[in-house]
Structures are given as structure tokens and as C-alpha cells.
């Protein structure tokens, strides 16, 4: 069942006997990125369980919460998808209300879906509570559109692991007509860059490697298709988006304007 507002459970019990879990989106990191239904249920909960990466702002919104990590942290394991649900479910039949946080949006690479369909199976009320994906935010904060007539008019958003899943859509596209979003992709988008130019897109295409969009160490680099597929991306410290396409050339014009201090290839903090 989705949504807060039903009385009922799915086999008519009433809801409020039961907690409820909200699936929440956190956005990229910012904070003020954060939806405004997110910091109410944040506000509203018992219990928090939050993936790596999510700001510490954020977390302070659930000011009466009880809060754990579940992602991976400081080279630790995270906690398995199982336990997660387990959790979940358990302090929702305890009739807490549980948020469960996630980076960016909750069905977009986050496995939500798997989460929400454990719920249900559960009969656990949940809410989805979208965010905004760092797929198009990482872009549209570096002043890249992923789409803008007579140069793009679509994306496609990969992962960089998928490559038996990617291979063959990228062959498909009319070279240029799309501009390629990578997540979770910088040891794997040597391999995105190969496919590319091997179905016919120019070398000299350019992409942009993002970090830690929205966070205060961001860091954008410009280089080419050519070089992507040539030289290794250097290591970052945050999480790493890349866009390919013509749509990077936007940038020039729409980045905004470098703080003092940073580098002609980052926004700031350019290590
Ligand atoms: C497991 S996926 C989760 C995506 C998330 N659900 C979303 O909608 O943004 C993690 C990947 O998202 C991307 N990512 C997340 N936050 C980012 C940020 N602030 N800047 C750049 N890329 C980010 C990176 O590609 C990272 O490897």
C-alpha cells in the first residue's frame, strides 16, 4: 500500500495499529536539496536508517529519532539488504514510524524498489517519498543540461557495472543524439568511453567527471571521450557522476561562477 493518508491496511486492519515506513529521498546532498515532505517525515520519526554520504543536517532534522547507518562507512561493511528490511519491519509492527533514507531518490539505483516490495509482502504501510537524483542534479549544478533542444533530446542514466545491460543500448542511439549519464561508474567508464566511440560517437566529445555534487569539496573536470577511454579517472574522495554528450559544452556558459581560489576545471575545492 502506498501512501500515508489510508486508514487501512491492505487486509483492512487499520493502519494506525501499525507503524509506517517512509522510503525518502535525500537528494544529493545539500541539504536545502532536501524535499520539504522529507524533513516532515524525518521530523515525524522514531527511527532513521540512513545510507553513507547523507549530511549530518539532514539527520538533525529527526530530532527525536533514533538514527543508524546502514551503509558502507569508513571501509566498513554495510548492513545486509535482508537485516535492513528485517529492521524496517519490525519497528514499523512496533508502530514506529520509520524512515528509511536514501541518497538521492529511492528508485533510482537505491534499491527502493526492493525495500518497497518487502514491505508490502509485509503489509507494512510505506510511503515513497521521491528526491532529487543525483543523475540530473550533478549535472544541472556543474551548468549541464541533460537534455536541450537540437542537441540532446533524451538521456539515458547507466551504471557503470552493467556493462552486459549498457553494450547494447549504446550501439542503438544515433551517435550524439543523447547525452550518456554514468553513475557508480569511475573504474568502469573507460569501458562506457570504448563503447561510445566504437558505435561512431567522435572522440572529441566532451564529458564531465562530477563529485560530490552539491556537497562543499565538489569538483568538476572537462576533458574528452578520447581521454576517458585512454587515461584512468583520477580517485575522488565523494561520489562520482559522468555525462557525456554536447550538452557538456553548455558549461562554459552555465556553470556558475568559480569562488575565488578554485582551479579553471572545478567549482571548488578542486584538489
Ligand atoms: C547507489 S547510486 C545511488 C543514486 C541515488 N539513488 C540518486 O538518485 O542519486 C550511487 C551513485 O550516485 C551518484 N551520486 C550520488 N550522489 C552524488 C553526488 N553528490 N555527486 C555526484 N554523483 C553522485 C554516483 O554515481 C554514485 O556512485
Not at 23 to 49: C, H, I, K, Y
Not at 163 to 178: G, I, K, M, Q
Not at 208 to 237: C, F, K, N, Y
Request: hydrophobic share 45%.
Amino acid at each position: 500500500m502506498i501512501g500515508f493518508d489510508s486508514a487501512h491496511d491492505r487486509r483492512g486492519r487499520p493502519a494506525a495499529a501499525q507503524g509506517r515506513v517512509a522510503l525518502v529521498g535525500a537528494g544529493p546532498g545539500d541539504p536545502e536539496l532536501l524535499t520539504r515532505r522529507g524533513a516532515m517525515r524525518l521530523a515525524q520519526a522514531d527511527l532513521v536508517l540512513y545510507d553513507a554520504l547523507v549530511d549530518v543536517r539532514v539527520l538533525d532534522l529527526a530530532m527525536s529519532a533514533r538514527r543508524f547507518c546502514v551503509g558502507k562507512r569508513a571501509g566498513r561493511p554495510s548492513v545486509s539488504q535482508a537485516a535492513i528490511i528485517r529492521l524496517m519491519i519490525r519497528a514499523a509492527r512496533r508502530g514506529q514510524q520509520v524512515v528509511r533514507l536514501k541518497g538521492g531518490d529511492p528508485f533510482v539505483f537505491g534499491r527502493g524498489a526492493e525495500e518497497a516490495l518487502a514491505l508490502s509482502a509485509a503489509d507494512i504501510p510505506f510511503e515513497v517519498v521521491p528526491g532529487v537524483t543525483s543523475a540530473v542534479a550533478a549535472a544541472g549544478l556543474a551548468g549541464i543540461p541533460v537534455t536541450h533542444r537540437g542537441t540532446a533530446s533524451a538521456f539515458l542514466v547507466l551504471s557503470g557495472h552493467a556493462a552486459d545491460t549498457y553494450e547494447p543500448l549504446l550501439r542503438t542511439f544515433t551517435p550524439h543524439s543523447v547525452t550518456i549519464v554514468v553513475m557508480m561508474g569511475l573504474r568502469h567508464v573507460g569501458h562506457v568511453a570504448a563503447t561510445l566511440v566504437a558505435a561512431g560517437w567522435a572522440s572529441s566529445t566532451p564529458a564531465a567527471v562530477i563529485a560530490a555534487a552539491s556537497m562543499p569539496d565538489a569538483t568538476v573536470e572537462t576533458l574528452t571521450l578520447g581521454r576517458l577511454q585512454r587515461q584512468r579517472v583520477r580517485g575522488h574522495d565523494g561520489p562520482v557522476t559522468v555525462v557525456i554528450g554536447d550538452v557538456v559544452r553548455l558549461r562554459t556558459t552555465l556553470a556558475p561562477e568559480a569562488p575565488e581560489g578554485a582551479s579553471e576545471c572545478g567549482l571548488r575545492g578542486v584538489k
